[in-house]
Antibody
Framework: EVQLVESGGGLVQPGGSLRLSCAAS????????MSWVRQAPGKGLEWVAN????????YYVDSVKGRFTISRDNAKNSLYLHMNSLRAEDAAVYYC??????????????WGQGTLVTVSS | AIRITQSPSSLSASTGDRVTITCRAS??????LAWYQQKPGKAPKLLIY???TLQSGVPSRFSGSGSGTDFTLTISCLQSEDFATYYC?????????FGQGTKVEIK
C-alpha cells in the first residue's frame, strides 16, 4: 500500500525557517517524480514544487523561488521541503504527493494527509 | 503561467442529478488535465487524468472530456458521497496550476 506521511509542520514566526519531511513507503520511491502542494485555510490548492527521480531537476512556483528548496533522499525514501524567510501567506497545509507515472507529465495520484504550517508572531 | 478558470465556484444539486463542471485554460494544454475531489479535512483524490481517463477505482459515473483549452467533468448521477469540492489541474507545463475549485453542495 502506498503511503506518504508528512511531518515537520508547526508554528513559526515571520522570517523563520522550517523543514518539512515526507516519508514514503509501499512503492519504489526512487522511480517517481514527487511534489509539494499546499492549501491555505479555506482556500484552493496551490502547486509548490516538483523534483525529478534523481533530484537533478526541480521546479517551483514563483512565489517561493529563492526561499524554498525541494530535495529528496532516495536511500531514506524521503522527500523534503526546506522553507526559509517564511511569510504569513505561506501558512497552509502542505501535502506531499507522488506522480501517477514515471514521467514528468503526470499528475499526482497518491497524497499524504498533510502537515500544517502556521506563520505568526 | 497558464491560468485555469473553473466554473461554477459552487452549485447545489440533488442526489441523482447530472452535474457538469468546466475548466478553461488560458492557452492550449493538449490533454494534460486532471480532476480531483476533495472532502473537508482530507487530501485530494485523483479522479481523472489525461482529460478523460478514469483513475483506477473511481466510479464510472465520473467522466471527463475536452482538449486544448476547454474541459468538462461530468457526474452522471450524483451520489451522497460525491458532495465535495472538485479541482482541475493542468500539468502541461510549469508552474502547474489549479482551478479555483467547485463546491458541490446538497440542494
Amino acid at each position: 500500500e502506498v503511503q506518504l506521511v508528512e511531518s515537520g509542520g508547526g508554528l513559526v514566526q515571520p522570517g523563520g525557517s522550517l523543514r518539512l519531511s515526507c516519508a514514503a513507503s509501499g512503492f519504489t520511491f526512487s522511480n517517481y517524480w514527487m511534489s509539494w502542494v499546499r492549501q491555505a485555510p479555506g482556500k484552493g490548492l496551490e502547486w509548490v514544487a516538483n523534483i525529478k527521480q534523481d533530484g537533478s531537476e526541480k521546479y517551483y512556483v514563483d512565489s517561493v523561488k529563492g526561499r524554498f528548496t525541494i530535495s529528496r533522499d532516495n536511500a531514506k525514501n524521503s522527500l523534503y521541503l526546506h522553507m526559509n524567510s517564511l511569510r504569513a501567506e505561506d501558512a497552509a497545509v502542505y501535502y506531499c504527493a507522488r506522480a501517477r507515472s514515471l514521467g514528468d507529465s503526470s499528475p499526482p495520484d497518491y497524497w499524504g494527509q498533510g502537515t500544517l504550517v502556521t506563520v505568526s508572531s | 503561467a497558464i491560468r485555469i478558470t473553473q466554473s461554477p465556484s459552487s452549485l447545489s444539486a440533488s442526489t441523482g442529478d447530472r452535474v457538469t463542471i468546466t475548466c478553461r485554460a488560458s492557452q492550449g494544454i493538449s490533454s494534460y488535465l486532471a480532476w480531483y475531489q476533495q472532502k473537508p479535512g482530507k487530501a485530494p483524490k485523483l479522479l481523472i487524468y489525461a482529460a478523460s481517463t478514469l483513475q483506477s477505482g473511481v466510479p464510472s459515473r465520473f467522466s471527463g472530456s475536452g482538449s486544448g483549452t476547454d474541459f468538462t467533468l461530468t457526474i452522471s448521477c450524483l451520489q451522497s458521497e460525491d458532495f465535495a469540492t472538485y479541482y482541475c489541474q493542468q500539468y502541461y507545463t510549469y508552474p502547474r496550476t489549479f482551478g479555483q475549485g467547485t463546491k458541490v453542495e446538497i440542494k
